[in-house]
């Protein structure tokens, strides 16, 4: 059974750092591209960072870019979303995906067929 639990959510202060963990199980990892999408309340779910299965490749949101870094380790079956510079505005619930199609990842949710639970990020002093 394909599973993905998210990690490392909490509540930082403005300029503060997390590292979320997506761990995967039940599927072969390394052929699976990855995404973190995030979910404010009120608003539509938007897609932050993936990493591709095809070349490694990886894309931010501009809202992000510079800040988070996003990174798989296929022999630990995870992938890691480090954030820093942390924002009010980057309060969400944090979500990973995965994308069984061999090839660029893509910030839309449409390809994406596997999702976890979520991870709640808030920041704020």
């Known amino acids: 059974q394909l599973q993905l639990v998210e990690s490392g959510g909490g509540l930082v202060q403005p300029g503060g750092s997390l590292r979320l963990s997506c761990a995967a199980s039940?599927?072969?990892?390394?052929?699976?591209?990855i995404a973190w999408f995030r979910q404010a309340p009120g608003k539509e779910r938007e897609g932050v960072s993936c990493?591709?299965?095809?070349?490694?490749?990886?894309y931010y949101a501009d809202s992000v870019k510079g800040r988070f870094t996003i990174s798989r380790d296929n022999a630990k079956n995870s992938v890691y979303l480090q954030m820093n510079s942390l924002k009010p505005e980057d309060t969400a619930v944090y979500y990973c995906?995965?994308?069984?199609?061999?090839?660029?990842?893509?910030?839309?949710?449409?390809?994406?067929?596997?999702w976890g639970q979520g991870t709640q990020v808030t920041v704020s002093s």
């Open positions: 995906a995965a994308d069984a199609g061999f090839r660029l990842c893509v910030l839309s949710e449409r390809p994406y067929d596997y």
């Open positions: 039940g599927f072969t990892f390394d052929s699976y591209g």
């Open positions: 990493v591709s299965s095809s070349d490694g490749s990886t």
